[in-house]
């Protein structure tokens, strides 16, 4: 039931405006540091979810932002893969707070970019089975959804976000790491 609240949620549940903000890029020190627990029903945090995904919709490629990527360490993030040619599940776009992973199976790597780590990607193993527990802003509710393939992997990337890791913090060394291409 809980992945059926999540892929019905959307950003008008929250009731204010997002707005755009910067995002920060390594080496900022939010980036590397565990974001604190929220309470996500506080004014504050609803109002960096809504911000979270103002900014996610406004950067072009972007499929996730976690709160730090904007300068506060909290542990939230936005996610939506739903345009992305990767992408076999999705749930849409929706905001976790304090979210961890519960289960996660058949390890693969694959190709990651950062917004926060512009001028690189890397070659990353994730689970490309996943199930993640997490609470959702505003009323708090907790839900846990279960998904495959790059949903799985973005979730991971922001978890790893708000417990301060980059994606280049699990390469496998120098040799997984690539100039990002400028396609034109």
Known sequence: ???ERVAAWTEAELGVEG????VVTAPAGVL???GADVDPTAADMVQLAADLVATMRVSPGCVGLAANQVGVGVRMFCVD???HPKTR???GTFVLCNA?????SRNEKAR???MSVPDFTGDVKRASRLTVRGQLPLTGEE???STDAFEARALQHEIDHTDGFLFLDRVAGAHAIYPRQTYL
Request: hydrophobic share 35%; proline share 0%; charged share 30%.
């Open 19 to 22: 707005r755009v903000l910067d």
């Open 81 to 83: 893969v739903t345009e």
């Open 143 to 145: 839900v846990e959804l």
């Open 1 to 3: 039931m809980s992945s």
């Open 32 to 34: 590397s540091e565990r």
């Open 100 to 104: 961890e992973v519960v289960a996660s």
């Open 89 to 91: 599940t999705h749930h």
């Open 112 to 114: 990651e970019g950062c």
